[in-house]
């Protein structure tokens, strides 16, 4: 019976060493994952200029808030294949305009386009007669707002919500002036 207890014990040590053994390999795997995910980090492009200072569009723009597509395809990376394939259409000022399709249709990806989130692999959004790939990416999203489909509360108040950079006076924020599209 010593020779059974002394295997037991043995054994349930030798259990925890493997426990201990496991756990040390998972550690290891994330810290080489986070050495990956840095080394990814680093070859990442960075956007756009923020302004391009011999193409700044004027101080009202967009006036109207027509909006044209011209032949737009999107991919999310060089080698990947299109994701939009060459839409072409027109949204006049003032009307109000749904995007409806089925999951993973590009409905997302046309707003992200308007916002050069993701950059054309081809063809043009034209805003008010102004190309958007060919201005700051400041002067673009600065001057574009989007209303989510799902209502979100953000922290602080409902002045710093509408004016998060401290821009505007208060008389301002009173008196927007809204371009429909």
């Known amino acids: 019976t010593g020779f059974v207890g002394m295997a037991l014990s043995y054994g349930l040590s030798l259990n925890m060493s493997f426990v201990f ?27 756009a200029a923020e302004v391009v200072e011999e193409n700044r569009p004027s101080p009202d723009w967009p006036q109207d808030g027509n909006v044209e597509l011209r032949d737009l395809k999107i991919r999310y990376r060089k080698d990947a294949p299109l994701v939009l394939h060459g839409i072409t259409c027109r949204f006049e000022a003032g009307n109000k305009i749904g995007i409806v399709g089925r999951t993973g249709s590009g409905k997302t990806t046309l707003i992200g386009a308007l916002f050069r989130l993701v950059e054309p692999a081809d063809g043009k959004i034209i805003i008010d007669s102004v190309d958007i790939s060919t201005i700051g990416l400041h002067d673009l999203r600065s001057r574009l707002g989007i209303i989510p489909q799902d209502p979100t509360l953000f922290q602080g108040t409902v002045r710093y919500n509408l004016d998060p950079l401290g821009q505007f006076s208060d008389q301002q924020i009173w008196e927007v002036r809204c371009t429909q599209i």
């Open 21 to 47: 053994s496991i756990q040390n390999q998972c550690n290891l795997a994330n810290q080489i994952i986070s050495v990956e995910r840095v080394n990814q980090y680093m070859d990442i492009q960075s956007e």
